[in-house]
């Protein structure tokens, strides 16, 4: 059954926000998801601090005066220690990690530093202070194949890439966490991020791009000669595959009600943040062409290793226990938004 995308009539939620004064930490906030949720919270009065190493991230992405942004690595104990002595945090939001599949696959072991050993670091100095919030940023790849369509909570996590499980494994550790000293978690699965800020001034800015929607974006702008699809053969039906595409400021507004409800002292909490309707490879390149008029150069190749055909969250959970609804669904609206910022800010930040 599709799961129903209306918010629950009788949810109640007042979606408090800011339960505590005392600053927020956010690792990886200079980065694309990260900059969206502190301007996010910058904006409903929150304090927070950005921890950020700049290996991905843009100073520039942090947009309001007055946040301060760290420079250096979530496992740096001495550092976060000393950001603790000075703020004393009421909660982290971990976003900091490296998220390229393929380079999980031929360098594990820099994925299970970064992603699991690095955030052990973090989380033994949040003990030492008795900082017992942690929103983390966990991912529909711990879902690997998934056993059915749409995802839910309950289906297994069987990861099938090593970026999977460095995600996978925190989320056990976290898990352990709370039961051996009451550490409160979110973690956040999120399906496919998308899109830029309203008014256009962040956006997605990896460097390398492999997402599909900035990546069709940059075979329109030249940045890339050609787009390469691969797979047509797949059980979908247009034969490419399906993927949930979340738009990234529900994202951010997903990690602020988190947020209040680990802080409001209810208990921890593991959901998927997706729309719960899936968008094929060419309906993307046909929304591209309609947004900006232009066409999209299109090479089709054999499918890709490991690539299933359809994922598609359940956000169910997330509504019933945060009374999160993503307002962004039109694939149009979707893809126009990131377009709004390829053709606009990042455009002015990397003149030709
Ligand atoms: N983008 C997606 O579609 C998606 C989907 C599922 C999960 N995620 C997860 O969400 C998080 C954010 O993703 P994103 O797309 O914004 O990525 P991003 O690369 O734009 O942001 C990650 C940020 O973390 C920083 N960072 C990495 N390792 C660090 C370390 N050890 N110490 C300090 N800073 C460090 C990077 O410099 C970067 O600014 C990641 O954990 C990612 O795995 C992303």
């Known amino acids: ?3 129903s995308l209306a918010p629950a009539a009788d949810s109640g ?7 505590t004064n005392q600053p927020i930490l956010i690792t990886g906030g200079a980065g694309y998801i990260g900059s969206h949720t502190v301007r996010h919270l910058v904006s409903q009065g929150t304090k927070v601090v950005v921890l950020d190493n700049l290996a991905y991230g843009h100073p520039e992405a942090i947009v309001d005066d007055g946040v301060e942004l760290v420079i250096g690595d979530t496992g740096d104990r001495d550092l976060v220690r000393s950001l603790f002595e000075k703020h004393r945090f009421g909660a982290v939001i971990h976003f900091a990690a490296f998220a390229y599949v393929g380079e999980s696959v031929t360098d594990p072991l820099k994925y299970y530093w970064n992603n699991t050993a690095e955030p052990i670091a973090l989380l033994q100095v949040m003990q030492e202070f008795g900082c017992k919030a942690f929103v983390f940023s966990s991912t529909c790849a711990t879902y690997g194949t998934p056993a059915k369509i749409p995802i839910d909570e309950s289906n297994p996590q069987n990861p099938i890439n090593p970026y999977g499980h ?12 709370d039961h051996a000293w009451g550490l409160r978690s979110a973690c956040l699965r999120y399906f496919n991020a998308s899109g830029c800020s309203a008014d256009g001034l962040i956006g997605e800015d990896h460097d390398p791009e492999t997402h599909l929607i900035p990546r069709v974006l940059m075979a329109i702008t030249g940045e890339i000669d050609v787009l390469e699809v691969y797979g047509t053969d797949y059980p979908t039906p247009d034969g490419t595959c399906i993927r949930d595409y979340i738009h990234v400021e529900d994202l951010a507004e997903a990690h602020a009600l988190a947020l209040d409800h680990l802080l409001s002292g209810k208990e921890s909490l593991r959901c998927n943040l997706g729309t719960g309707q899936g968008i094929s490879v060419k309906e993307i390149i046909s929304a591209a062409e309609k947004v900006t008029g232009k066409t999209v150069p299109v090479r089709y190749g054999p499918r890709r290793e490991g690539d299933p055909p359809e ?18 669904r039109d694939v149009l609206q979707i893809v126009g938004s990131a377009w709004a910022w390829m053709d606009g800010t990042r ?4 003149p030709e």
């Not at 995600?167 to 898990?175: A, F, T, Y």
């Not at 455009?347 to 990397?350: A, F, I, P, V």
Request: hydrophobic share 40%; charged share 25%; glycine share 4%.
């Open 1 to 3: 059954m599709k799961p």
């Open 13 to 19: 939620f007042s979606h408090p926000t800011q339960m």
């Open 166 to 177: 460095s995600k996978l494994m925190v989320e056990r550790i976290l898990k352990d966490c």
């Open 311 to 328: 994922l598609v969250a359940d956000p169910t959970l997330a509504r019933d226990t945060l009374g999160w609804v993503a307002k962004h």
């Open 347 to 350: 455009k002015g930040r990397y």
